[in-house]
């Protein structure tokens, strides 16, 4: 089977540094993507890390160590429309390649 | 990219009866998908269309509950029928741009009393 964990909430400080976790397991693994939802909104894709290491995508990263089934979404110089919650993803190369999504972490910001 | 609409954007609707929902795409796509989103909760596949075949039903999801159509490559709809409460949910389709990218229209926010 598969499955991913992820923090329910996470708050932080408007300007600050958050780093939302994500560990996965998967019969077969492509890659691990990273979706944002505003309330009331539809999930928009982030990012998408295949291989080992950190991406950079403005003041979002996203980090994927395959061999600790592990990567995270790093938000800097949060703002306030930063908000929402955030769902990593995975493609399982075995249970017909559908992509499924974690629970999601609905990430706080503070002023 | 791919732009997706959906109709309608929200309906209340009594137990018993049915609703369908709409997708439109403005490119051609290959398989289209539709999810289950509880307020606060991730998102549960619940098919996945294809055009020209039936459509794929995950676990728990029935053909008979929430008939799927696929007329063409950029169009799908999904009924759910027979409502109760606990259908009660919001309704996404997406589409796929790549093999790990999946663009979302704006969801249906059914409520059923």
């Known amino acids: 089977g598969q499955s991913l964990e992820q923090p329910s909430e996470v708050t932080a400080v408007e300007g600050a540094i958050v780093q939302i976790n994500c560990t996965y397991q998967?019969?077969?693994?492509?890659?691990l993507s990273w979706y944002q939802q505003h309330d009331g909104g539809a999930p928009t894709f982030l990012s998408y890390?295949?291989?080992?290491g950190l991406e950079e995508t403005g003041r979002f990263s996203s980090f994927l160590s395959r061999s600790d089934s592990y990567g995270y979404l790093l938000l800097q110089e949060l703002q306030m429309k930063d908000s929402a919650s955030y769902f990593c993803?995975?493609?399982?190369?075995?249970?017909?390649?559908?992509?499924?999504f974690g629970k999601g972490t609905r990430l706080h910001i503070l002023p | 990219s791919a732009v997706i609409s959906q109709k309608p954007s929200r309906d209340i609707c009594q137990r018993g009866t049915s609703l369908t929902i709409q997708c439109q795409v403005d490119?051609?796509?290959?398989?289209m998908f539709w999810y289950r989103q509880q307020p606060g909760q991730s998102l549960t596949l619940i098919a996945t269309?294809?055009?020209?075949?039936?459509?794929?039903?995950e676990s728990g999801f029935v053909i008979d509950k929430f008939p799927i159509s696929r007329p063409n490559l950029t169009f799908s709809t999904l009924t759910v029928s027979n409502m109760s409460p606990e259908d009660s949910s919001i309704y996404l389709c997406?589409?796929?741009?790549?093999?790990?990218?999946?663009?979302f229209g704006p969801g249906t926010r059914l409520t059923v009393t």
């Open positions: 997406s589409v796929e741009v790549s093999s790990y990218e999946q663009y």
């Open positions: 998967t019969s077969g693994f492509y890659g």
């Open positions: 890390n295949a291989l080992d």
């Open positions: 993803a995975v493609r399982d190369a075995v249970e017909d390649d559908k992509i499924i």
């Open positions: 490119s051609q796509v290959t398989m």
């Open positions: 269309a294809n055009q020209g075949s039936e459509a794929t039903y």
